[in-house]
Antibody
Framework: EVHLVESGGGLVQPGGSLRLSCAAS????????MNWVRQAPGKGLEWVAK????????FYVDSVKGRFTISRDNAKTSLYLQMNSLRAEDTAVYYC???????????????WGQGTLVTVSS | SYELTQPPSVSVSPGQTASITCSGD??????VSWYQQKPGQSPVLVIY???KRPSGIPERFSGSNSGNTATLTISGTQAMDEADYYC?????????FGGGTKLTVL
């Protein structure tokens, strides 16, 4: 079965940086759009970013534009999220998720990782 | 920005039918997905493209979407269905989630 494993979370001070990774296995990683979705403690889900199969297209939620960068390495079957200028409101569990079941360019997320917790605090 | 609205909580007795709504402007013109999330676990896709169930999702889960409202229906609700449920749609290139509904099976 598809396997997605996030890592790289931790405690960081406001204004700091962190790089999250998502190791993918048991499917052809290079065939899929990939996403990051986050969930603040006790709150709902929030989509963060997505990246095309070859990395040529990237999209972000407005609140992270200019601060976060999504990337991927298909040779390493890994997804990344570089987070800079972190704020307290970025505190959340970050999930990577695979897009599937697409129609007309609209997709759902059929597999999710277990998440990695990012805490932004002084 | 586009918004999806869900009731914060819904209660249902075991064996009865639970309905969770999700409302948004002209939502019926978009595809809606539904995710189930149990405490401490990652979300699980239960409905996509308004009405379709992924492999492994029980038939008691169904969906509809028309006008401004999408609905997730759970027929013959079981105790194991107690969870948070999130609707989701795409507004152009941005994914939007509803605030989530806590389903309690009393």
């Amino acid at each position: 079965e598809v396997h997605l494993v996030e890592s790289g979370g931790g405690l960081v001070q406001p204004g700091g940086s962190l790089r999250l990774s998502c190791a993918a296995s048991r499917f052809t990683f290079s065939n899929y759009w990939m996403n990051w979705v986050r969930q603040a403690p006790g709150k709902g889900l929030e989509w963060v970013a997505k990246i095309k199969q070859d990395g040529s297209e990237k999209f972000y939620v407005d609140s992270v534009k200019g601060r976060f960068t999504i990337s991927r390495d298909n040779a390493k079957t890994s997804l990344y999220l570089q987070m800079n200028s972190l704020r307290a409101e970025d505190t959340a569990v970050y999930y990577c998720a695979r897009e599937a079941f697409c129609s007309g360019g609209v997709c759902a997320w059929d597999y999710w990782g277990q998440g990695t917790l990012v805490t932004v605090s002084s | 920005s586009y918004e999806l609205t869900q009731p914060p909580s819904v209660s249902v007795s075991p064996g009865q039918t639970a309905s969770i709504t999700c409302s948004g402007d002209k939502l019926g013109e978009k595809y809606v997905s539904w995710y189930q999330q149990k405490p401490g676990q990652s979300p699980v896709l239960v409905i996509y493209q308004d009405t379709k169930r992924p492999s492994g999702i029980p038939e008691r889960f169904s969906g509809s979407n028309s006008g401004n409202t999408a609905t997730l229906t759970i027929s013959g609700t079981q105790a194991m269905d107690e969870a948070d449920y999130y609707c989701q749609a795409w507004d152009s290139i941005t994914a939007v989630f509803g605030g989530g509904t806590k389903l309690t099976v009393l």
